[in-house]
């Protein structure tokens, strides 16, 4: 119904950056909050940093002042950009996204596949 696909992922040095991307895409798609999350091995599935429609943002402790979201509504994407990073930042990244379809008939929230990111010491 909705799909997000993602790219950025990638191995990078500490002290490095990356950006994450994250394109969604379904029939009349109306997006209310984008974001990311992401999981490490044997640990929860954390908020990373979200965005809504009226622009307003919310970190994780971890990602504040290191990394910045983005949306562009009009192309129904958010980027991530990842500033800083540090090792305890490896985990796969998911993109979420929640809204309508269906001329606001159906509401969904839906996850992306996933994107490795590491960060080597």
């Known amino acids: 119904q909705v799909q997000l696909v993602e790219s950025g992922g990638g191995l990078v040095q500490a002290g490095g950056s990356l950006r994450l991307s994250c394109a969604a895409s379904g029939r009349t798609l109306s997006i209310n909050a984008m974001g990311w999350y992401r999981q490490a091995p044997g640990k929860q599935r954390e908020l990373v940093a979200t965005t809504t429609n009226g622009g307003s943002t919310n970190y994780a402790e971890s990602a504040k002042g290191r990394f910045t979201i983005s949306r562009d509504s009009a192309k129904n994407t958010v980027s991530l950009q990842m500033n800083s990073l540090k090792p305890e930042d490896t985990a796969v990244y998911y993109c979420?996204?929640?809204?309508?379809?269906?001329?606001?008939?159906?509401?969904?929230?839906?996850w992306g596949q996933g994107t490795q990111v590491t960060v080597s010491s």
């Open positions: 979420n996204a929640a809204g309508t379809v269906n001329w606001g008939t159906t509401s969904f929230n839906s």
